[in-house]
């Protein structure tokens, strides 16, 4: 598989430049959204954590955006 990959890097190898473009802009906004400069644990565990905890934050203020608090509430209840 990782020869797989190699050789298709290889082939193009603009594709891999360009992936940390399309990635910077939802991270940098979330962390920005959330005025987090830089993660506060260290360890690639404990980062996915938090990040996760960030993400999930930043979903549920979308929904009470979009649906409002009492829709969300009655939807959590089914």
Partial sequence: MLDRMQARLAERPEVL???SEAVEHPFGTSKQWMNQGAFLMRGLQK???EFSLTALAYKVRRVLNIVGFTELIIAVRG
């Fill in 17 to 19: 430049r360009g992936g």
């Fill in 47 to 49: 980062v996915r954590g």
